[in-house]
């Protein structure tokens, strides 16, 4: 009998597959996740899938059923891993590395600037929000509000000058 009409679930010919396709499959799937333990596990549960099926698969199939299950497990795990990811940031979205009162000050600190922020008159206001929360340029401040670019420079001038006395050189 020919190797390749045998039947994959022959001990022999398992083997011989795994000894021939074990390494490639390995590199193949650790080029795609740089983890020696997680190609290792791909790999095996690669040729477990094989043993499993082993009367569907022909010899001659046998590779690419392989390469395509062990391509089809890595993508699965990487799904369940954003999954997870995602799960863990909804659960504890609060949780941070910052102590407790640098927390306190980062609130008071938000507090006083939004106060800054409001004690400002209305054009340097408009013109300060435009520029750094909307990512305005000038040329794009003064077509908006009709108004030179010097103008708006000044504007912003003054603006920041006024945060700067009030919330002192952060």
Request: net charge negative; aromatic share 10%.
């Amino acid at each position: 009998m020919n190797i390749e009409t045998q039947s994959v679930c022959e001990e022999k010919t398992y083997k011989l597959l795994f000894e021939e396709h074990s390494k490639s499959l390995f590199n193949f799937i650790y080029y795609k996740c740089g983890d020696t333990e997680q190609a290792e596990d791909v790999v095996q549960e690669a040729f477990i899938k094989l043993w499993n099926n082993c009367s569907n698969v022909v010899f001659e199939k046998a590779k690419s059923f392989l390469f395509t299950v062990a391509r089809n497990l890595f993508l699965n795990e990487v799904a369940h891993k954003k999954i997870v990811l995602k799960h863990k940031s909804n659960l504890s979205p609060d949780i941070t590395n910052e102590t407790p009162e640098f927390l306190m000050e980062e609130q008071e600190f938000m507090v006083k600037l939004k106060k800054s922020i409001a004690d400002l008159s209305e054009k340097q206001r408009e013109v300060f929000l435009l520029s750094r929360i909307d990512q305005k340029k000038y040329s794009e401040i003064s077509d908006m509000l009709g108004i030179s670019v010097k103008a708006v420079e000044k504007r912003m001038s003054q603006a920041l000058a006024a945060l700067r006395e009030q919330l002192g050189d952060i």
